[in-house]
């Protein structure tokens, strides 16, 4: 039984002592309302707008079209069916990298506009200069190492990440700097699960891992992956808990019969 299971608002520090008591945090994507008051319902930790948006919701091949007033949508639906997670949302590629100010004015839009308790962004050492902005500002930071989807382009490949000691070096040093800036979290894609667990143990703050072993500190799916939705994504890392695209594609079909043959509305639904 989850020792926070009875706690009425999960926040940032709520994450924190649940990585200091041993207890794994839970995360899931969502992107509207319904979803949402659904995921929130079955207990999760935390809700993640997360910018794979862009290829569940809107059909992109990469996370990088989607943009800010796009996200501050999608977070505005799910602020308002949720009573109890922590609502994190991803700030979009373009709207933080090479700029502070504009990093701030993003977080800033992100957190009045759309209601997120706190903002996601990929990168480390190469961020500085804007997390410090936005930490500086007061604004909740998750952080996110490994295979960062919004530098798809340069990496080429959606492989493993830090498989080598020169990335991997590279990775603990930026979980240790993002540690030090302020974070309150750091997301681990698609790494080495020994890796993942040795950069859990040398910091202080939770790790959320996706394709990264079960020594992080939590786990987080996308909803429509979990929940069997999407056919044509099947990475290792991945558990269907549902088989809903089968469901879904069943159910639809009946209708249509239904209504073909007559047999919907029948009396009963009809007044």
């Known amino acids: 039984m ?15 002592k649940m990585k200091f008591d041993k207890e794994k945090i839970t995360m899931l994507t969502a ?15 935390a809700i993640l707008i997360g910018d794979s948006a862009a290829n569940v919701m809107a059909g992109h091949e990469t996370t990088l079209p989607i943009t800010l007033d796009q996200m501050i949508y999608h977070t505005q639906c799910v602020v ?5 997670a922590l609502i994190v949302a991803d700030l979009p590629f373009g709207s933080y ?28 050492k190469e961020i500085e200069k804007s997390l410090i902005k936005i930490i500086n500002a007061g ?16 990496f080429g490949t959606y492989k493993v990440r830090a498989k080598d000691d020169e990335e991997a070096e590279k990775l603990m040093s930026d979980a240790k700097l993002l540690e030090k800036l302020g974070c309150f979290a750091l997301v681990l894609e698609k790494i080495p699960a020994d890796l993942a667990k040795r950069v859990s143990e040398s910091i202080s703050i939770p790790t959320i891992g996706i394709g990264a072993g079960a020594g992080c500190d939590g786990q987080v ?10 056919k044509d994504f099947s990475p290792k890392f991945l558990r269907r808990y549902l088989d809903l695209y089968t469901e879904i594609t ?8 239904d209504v073909k043959t007559g047999e919907f509305p029948n009396e009963n639904e009809s007044y």
């Open 139 to 154: 604004i909740p930071v998750m952080g996110h190492l490994g295979l960062t989807p919004q530098s798809i382009y340069q």
């Open 221 to 230: 799916l996308v909803y429509h992956d979990m929940v069997g939705m999407n």
């Open 97 to 124: 990298q090479s700029n502070s100010d504009k990093a701030l004015e993003s977080a800033v839009r992100m957190m009045k506009e759309g209601g997120a308790h706190a903002i996601k962004v990929e990168g480390g």
């Open 80 to 84: 308002r069916g949720v009573d109890r």
């Open 2 to 16: 989850s020792v926070h299971s009875e706690i009425k608002k999960i926040t940032t520090e709520t994450l924190r």
């Open 31 to 45: 992107y509207d309302f319904t979803t949402a008051k659904m995921v929130d319902a079955g207990g999760i930790d």
């Open 250 to 257: 069943g159910a639809v079909s009946s209708f249509v019969k």
